[in-house]
């Protein structure tokens, strides 16, 4: 495959987007730090990427999902995390989905369940910079642009719409009744994070579905979690909740319709 063959791919379109958040995050801020953190997480993703499939005497393959798995990583934690946490992070994100697996597919996104586990292990900041939270607003129009090639690509806008939707409807109903913080969730750099979340990891396509109607109940459930946990809890956890909570519906769903039905008389599959 030739590189200009490769970026009319889905993932070569992510690569692509994520490239150009991290650098244009970077030059407007003046602070290059995101670029480190980029190349030490896109490195070691790879890394331990091609290490686990060698081990495993996997087929050799360009590393590019660890990549996409690094920038997400990059773009989300604070730029002052210390390179052995944005590191650590993208190892366990890589071993998640080496070892947690089910039908030779990751079961969980390994960008969220490595985030997941950084907040719960090494309690690190997300400031989810590389999705421009902390620039003039009207730059939302880079994150809008590159999430429609990238959902349009991937076939995932009933899943995208579905989450934002109940997503924003939950969280506004939570304001008007006071749940927790839910209104502050509708301001930047909030509104940013749930774009890039719903644009670039929501529509993961080997831990989403591919039909429209599980795509929709999909994403209504990754919402309802997150944002139900958000009112409750606040934190920086719960899109990420929502989303593993998801992934399983994506796992589960399967085998519940395709499980036996046992009817008086007769085995139904």
Do not use: E
Not at 3 to 20: D, E
Not at 81 to 100: D, E, G, Q, R
Not at 146 to 161: A, D, E, I, L, S
Not at 252 to 258: D, F, R
């Amino acid at each position: 495959m030739t590189v200009n063959q490769w970026i009319k791919t889905p993932k070569g379109y992510v690569v692509v987007s994520l490239v150009a958040f991290l650098l244009l995050a970077s030059i407007w801020s003046l602070d290059i730090r995101g670029i480190y953190n980029g190349i030490i997480a896109v490195v070691v993703s790879s890394a331990v990427d091609t290490l686990c499939s060698r081990i495993a005497k996997k087929k050799r393959m360009m590393p590019d999902g660890a990549v996409i798995t690094g920038l997400i990583i990059a773009l989300i934690l604070s730029t002052t995390s210390s390179w052995y946490i944005v590191a650590a992070t993208s190892i366990i994100a890589i071993l998640s989905k080496h070892l947690l697996v089910h039908k030779k597919k990751p079961i969980f996104n390994p960008a969220a369940f490595g985030l997941l586990l950084s907040i719960l292990f090494f309690r690190i900041g997300q400031s989810w910079w590389g999705a421009f939270g902390d620039l003039p607003t009207w730059t939302v129009v880079f994150l809008l642009i590159g999430g429609y090639m990238v959902t349009n690509r991937v076939n995932k806008f009933p899943q995208v719409f579905s989450f934002l939707g109940t997503y924003f409807i939950l969280l506004f109903i939570m304001g008007i009744i006071n749940v927790g913080d839910a209104t502050d969730a509708l301001r930047s750099p909030f509104i940013n994070a749930s774009l890039f979340f719903a644009l670039f990891m929501l529509t993961d396509p080997p831990t989403s579905p591919a039909k429209y109607k599980d795509q929709v109940i999909f994403g209504i459930l990754s919402a309802i979690v997150g944002a139900v946990i958000y009112g409750i809890f606040g934190g920086l956890m719960y899109l990420f909740i929502g989303l593993l909570i998801g992934n399983l519906y994506h796992l589960l769903v399967p085998k519940l319709k395709n499980a036996t039905i046992i009817k008086p008389g007769r085995l139904i599959k």
